[in-house]
């Protein structure tokens, strides 16, 4: 019986891309080439990672992102309006102008956890729907560039979703996003 190789940052990212793959197969197809994956790898990746997380005494959240991913590349404390965080950050080769970012609350409850755009880096222009392009912008570009946005509920964990406005046509649409990037628009 061979032991299970180490769960490191390679597939962590196949976990990433495992709840991608639902939207984006064929994008997901080239990211596993390129991580030099098999789709089973990609599966049994996620299974491991769905024991860690539900394991009765398990790791928390925060101590599991650190075993899997190390230290973090950088972190920021944070104040969203009465709340006060650290936000963590990890380099995800797979998406270079992206980092893995961990919410962590005092005394180390995380609140949330998906890709955002790498700091200092340009996001994509976005000036109509036309220019949303899946893995392409993260939640927060989504809903500054078409603002007022409405959060809504995703179908799954990780996912997210955006009620957004076209500008110009008044059409409304839906953003779906999963760990935090844009995947797929729908007909609002």
Do not use: K
Not at 26 to 44: H, I, K, W, Y
Not at 97 to 119: C, H, I, K
Request: net charge neutral; with cysteine; aromatic share 8%.
């Amino acid at each position: 019986m061979t032991a299970n190789p180490p769960f490191g940052p390679r597939e962590f990212q196949l976990v990433l891309l495992r709840r991608m793959a639902d939207h984006q197969p064929d994008l997901v197809a080239d990211a596993r080439q390129e991580l030099s994956a098999s789709l089973a790898e990609m599966r049994e990746a996620n299974r491991r990672w769905q024991a860690m997380v539900r394991a009765p005494r398990g790791r928390g959240a925060l101590r599991r992102y650190r075993s899997v991913l190390g230290e973090p590349e950088s972190f920021t404390h944070r104040t969203i309006g009465d709340l006060e965080c650290d936000a963590l950050l990890w380099p995800v080769p797979l998406w270079p102008d992206l980092r893995f970012e961990v919410m962590v609350a005092p005394g180390g409850a995380v609140w949330n956890e998906w890709l955002v755009r790498t700091p200092g880096r340009a996001g994509p222009e976005l000036r109509a729907v036309e220019d949303l392009r899946p893995w392409s912008a993260t939640v927060d570009e989504v809903a500054r560039a078409f603002a007022p946005a409405r959060p809504m509920e995703g179908g799954a964990p990780t996912r997210w979703a955006l009620a957004i406005t076209a500008p110009g046509t008044g059409e409304c649409h839906v953003a779906e996003f999963t760990w935090g990037l844009f995947q797929r628009l729908l007909p609002g």
